[in-house]
T-cell receptor, first 110, second 116 residues
Framework: RKEVEQDPGPFNVPEGATVAFNCTYS??????FFWYRQDCRKEPKLLMS???SGNEDGRFTAQLNRASQYISLLIRDSKLSDSATYLC???????????FGAGTTVTVRA | NAGVMQNPRHLVRRRGQEARLRCSPM?????VYWYRQLPEEGLKFMVY????????ESGMPKERFSAEFPKEGPSILRIQQVVRGDSAAYFC??????????????FGPGTRLTVT
């Protein structure tokens, strides 16, 4: 079983729509959770960390459910520039090894 | 402040040749990590190095792959006798001295290796 699993999508949404997707992780020892963004197979860039209480950064909201071992990302008021692959990333506490999901592709159309 | 630099960005090798991938960390960073991304898969940790030391190579294939981070110069990931299955994107990341949070890894643009 993969350590981090994501629905690959693609999620095709019109501009202004809300899109949400999850990822699940298998290692209950995971302590740190992140969403990264990857454009056209370029380098991953940190979008946001995910905290237990949930957190919001502008149009992006991340939630963590430790009991069910899943993380979600919600994008409100989608922009064309949000089109990318979103990578779910987990690691154990203070562990340098980041475990990446294969990504969820989002395409925002005009 | 220049980011993590990797070269070459694209590398084509025939089966059996050697591939050398270079990574220069961000200025002031002394920790280097290599990840591999196969098509349609997530990035997989390969190796973690500090200057002149391999800290963790648990993600490296046992044969044909090696990595170094010399006192001077970039970190090098070397793949000997490449095979088609080595075709992938290889990303390098760096982090500063004394880091505590794993998210403090800054990624380079990657090297896309194609084995023909």
């Amino acid at each position: 079983r993969k350590e981090v699993e994501q629905d690959p999508g693609p999620f095709n949404v019109p501009e202004g729509a809300t899109v949400a997707f999850n990822c699940t992780y298998s290692n209950s020892a995971s302590q740190s959770f992140f969403w990264y963004r990857q454009d056209c197979r370029k380098e991953p860039k940190l979008l946001m960390s995910v905290y237990s209480s949930g957190n919001e950064d502008g149009r992006f909201t991340a939630q963590l459910n430790r009991a069910s071992q899943y993380i979600s990302l919600l994008i409100r008021d989608s922009k064309l520039s949000d089109s990318a692959t979103y990578l779910c990333v987990v690691s154990r506490s203070n562990d340098y090894k980041l475990s990446f999901g294969a990504g969820t592709t989002v395409t925002v159309r005009a | 402040n220049a980011g993590v630099m990797q070269n070459p960005r694209h590398l084509v090798r025939r089966r059996g040749q050697e591939a050398r991938l270079r990574c220069s960390p961000m200025k002031g960073h002394s920790h280097v990590y290599w990840y591999r991304q196969l098509p349609e898969e997530g990035l997989k940790f390969m190796v973690y190095l500090q200057k002149e030391n391999i800290i963790d190579e648990s993600g490296m294939p046992k044969e044909r792959f090696s990595a170094e981070f010399p006192k001077e110069g970039p970190s090098i990931l070397r793949i000997q006798q490449v095979v088609r299955g080595d075709s992938a994107a290889y990303f390098c990341a760096s982090s500063p001295e004394g880091f505590r949070s794993s998210y403090e890894q800054y990624f380079g643009p990657g090297t896309r290796l194609t084995v023909t």
